[in-house]
């Protein structure tokens, strides 16, 4: 038993780091490796900070961490965007992933924010 699983943005993002691991699968069957391999980099590095945010021997360890699990959200939303908009996935697919990290990323704003006081 994992002792972060009732945490709502672990789950959240392993989820969504799996889905990831599965459109890095898909993709590559069809050839697609530059871009999908910086997608697999940012979306699983997502839930990866947070989980090492779990363990943070600082307040200030934990702001860092989590203010990267943010960024690399970001920058998996760029990602998403170029392959949609390459044609690499199709608009449904790429809606479905965004939906998922919009609200990672919008717990993570908050998180960061109230880090922040």
């Given at each position: 038993?994992?002792?972060?699983?009732?945490?709502?943005?672990?789950?959240?993002?392993y989820q969504f780091a799996l889905r990831i691991v599965k459109l890095y699968?898909?993709?590559?069957?069809e050839k697609e490796f530059v871009l999908s391999k910086q997608l697999m980099r940012s979306g699983t590095s997502i839930g990866a900070n947070i989980t090492e945010a779990?363990?943070?021997?600082?307040?200030?360890?934990?702001?860092?961490?989590?203010s990267i699990a943010l960024k690399e959200s970001v920058e998996?939303?760029?990602w998403i965007?170029?392959?949609k908009d390459s044609e690499y996935l199709s608009e449904k697919?790429?809606?479905?992933?965004?939906?998922d990290l919009e609200e990672i990323i919008k717990i993570l704003s908050?998180?960061?924010k109230n880090a922040n006081t």
């Open positions: 038993m994992n002792k972060y699983e009732n945490n709502s943005i672990v789950k959240k993002s699968k898909f993709l590559s069957k779990q363990e943070a021997i600082s307040k200030k360890d934990f702001k860092n961490k989590m998996s939303r760029y965007n170029l392959l697919q790429a809606e479905s992933l965004l939906n908050k998180i960061v």
